[in-house]
């Protein structure tokens, strides 16, 4: 059991960080505003940094990106703060790999550790292009030489039991994206709320992800062949800000056999809404069988995978592996692997 034991009103707090939550929302949707008669009703395309997007972890991944109540592991720090709060261990060890098309690999890592009534974490992520062949309006076949488009985004995750069943916590990150010879540098928030609601192991989940000022790239670009004049100024974009509340509730089918399901319905700010269902099968806490969905999505609606996972000298190994549709980009493969010291654990 985490945190004291009724210190504040919980539905008072519940209500002011939703209502925040939906305050930085509308902040984020009146910023984009004004290009609305330029990309419609939707806003697409008025968001930078969709690395910021993409799902860390093949088990939320697997579960449809239906993680901001159930991520429990060591990806909540991705999914929702406040999950930090809820993990097996007191420490937790994370990474995860995905590859995308074009020889793109993304990589996430993450480690938390807590205490009674306080956790903290780090995040890293890392996107690598690798070597892109230059071309030119003179050399459409390339120029022989080559560029990057690499991104970065590191993390701080503070988060604090506020009674037993309810915990926040916010995330401030930095965000770097370098493209040639430009690059853009921004700072982003996360925040994050959990409340179990007394049933079961039923929960309730809020984040507002990546909330931040506007990205504008800078730099000094490459020499242009022709007679041309060089940019010197350049166009700002809103942060992709998104938010998601979300259920999760486990069925216990018989002594070593659990379904968990979980949905969350999630709002971006540069896109349409879309509903995220996934269910988990676990089987002794040694395999997992997962699957997911994501309304009203193009590319990437369908996911599937699996874990296993094994406890051994007071450590805890989970290895996981989810796979997406993307559509025309083909298909992703995703693996993470999760690890947790188990000598204090908290029951």
């Known amino acids: 059991m985490v945190g004291p034991k009724n210190s504040v009103p919980r539905a008072m707090v519940v209500l002011l960080l939703v209502l925040a939550g939906t305050l930085i929302l509308g ?7 004004g290009i609305l008669d330029l990309y419609g009703e939707e806003n697409v395309g008025t968001a930078g940094a969709q690395f910021l997007r993409l799902p860390a972890g093949a088990r939320a991944a697997g579960l449809g990106q239906a993680a901001v109540a159930s991520s429990t592991d060591g ?13 097996v261990g007191r420490r937790n060890m994370f990474f995860g790999h995905t590859e995308y098309a074009a020889g793109i690999g ?22 690598r292009s690798g070597d892109i062949p230059r071309t030119t309006e003179l050399y459409q076949e390339g120029t022989g030489t080559t560029f990057r488009a690499d991104m970065y985004v590191l993390g701080l995750t503070v988060a604090r039991a506020m009674t037993d069943r309810f915990s926040i916590g916010v995330t401030a990150k930095y965000y770097q994206e370098n493209l040639d010879e430009f690059e ?33 790239p800078g730099g000094t670009p490459p020499p242009i062949d022709g007679d041309y004049s060089e940019i010197r100024d350049f166009q700002s974009f809103s942060a992709p800000t998104s938010g998601s509340f979300g259920t999760c509730y486990t069925w216990g089918l018989s002594d070593k056999v659990r379904l968990e399901t979980s949905a969350d319905f999630h709002h971006p700010t540069d ?3 879309s509903f995220r269902l996934g269910g988990e099968l676990d089987l002794d806490g040694l395999l997992f069988l997962r699957m997911g969905k994501e309304t009203n ?8 995978g699996f874990g ?39 029951r």
Request: aromatic share 12%.
């Open 27 to 33: 902040l984020a949707e009146a910023r984009a505003q």
């Open 75 to 87: 990806a909540s720090l991705f999914w929702n703060p406040a999950a930090t709060l809820r993990t």
């Open 106 to 127: 993304v990589e996430h890592a993450a480690y938390h550790w807590r205490h009674q009534n306080y956790g903290f974490g780090l995040t890293a992520g890392m996107l």
């Open 184 to 216: 853009i540098r921004a700072p982003l928030m996360d925040l994050g709320v959990l409340y179990y609601v007394g049933l079961g192991d039923l929960r309730v989940g809020f984040a507002v992800r990546n909330f931040g000022p506007d990205l504008k």
């Open 297 to 304: 999505r193009d590319e990437g609606g369908f996911s599937a």
């Open 271 to 273: 896109y349409s809404e």
């Open 308 to 346: 296993v996972g094994a406890e051994r000298d007071h450590w805890r190994l989970r290895m996981d592996y989810a796979v997406r549709d993307m559509g025309a980009f083909g298909t992703i493969h995703m693996f993470s692997v999760d690890v947790s010291p188990l000598i204090r654990r908290v």
